[in-house]
């Protein structure tokens, strides 16, 4: 599903009038989301699942193509962990 797909779904579930309201009101969600991972916080919603931000240590690993060993940054990286009533919706 698209982004554009998602703010018709959205704009049907919520009985919006117009298209400009429902994406006015998903990129306004996204955004909050977007913000609150960037200051490293975590958003937790009961039953749907929480994104956290996670530190991926550095690594070595090989070039495939030259076989030379490189080294990757540590870097801050977004994880999400299902609800468990969503994950048993979703395992139906």
């Given at each position: 599903?698209?982004?554009?797909?998602?703010?018709v779904l959205?704009?049907?579930?919520?009985?919006?009038?117009?298209?400009?309201?429902?994406?006015?009101?998903?990129?306004?969600?996204?955004?909050?989301?977007?913000?609150?991972?960037?200051?490293?916080?975590?958003?937790?919603?009961?039953?749907?699942?929480?994104?956290?931000?996670?530190?991926?240590?550095?690594?070595?690993?090989?070039?495939?193509?030259?076989?030379?060993?490189?080294?990757?940054?540590?870097?801050?990286?977004?994880?999400?962990?299902?609800?468990k009533s969503l994950a048993?919706?979703?395992?139906?």
């Open positions: 599903m698209t982004k554009q797909e998602f703010i959205y704009q049907e579930k919520m009985e919006l009038s117009t298209k400009k309201e429902a994406k006015r009101l998903v990129d306004g969600f996204f955004s909050a989301l977007e913000e609150t991972l960037v200051k490293g916080e975590k958003i937790s919603v009961l039953g749907f699942g929480k994104f956290e931000v996670a530190i991926q240590s550095a690594r070595t690993y090989r070039n495939p193509k030259t076989r030379k060993k490189m080294q990757s940054l540590e870097k801050r990286v977004v994880k999400f962990r299902v609800g048993e919706k979703v395992a139906k």
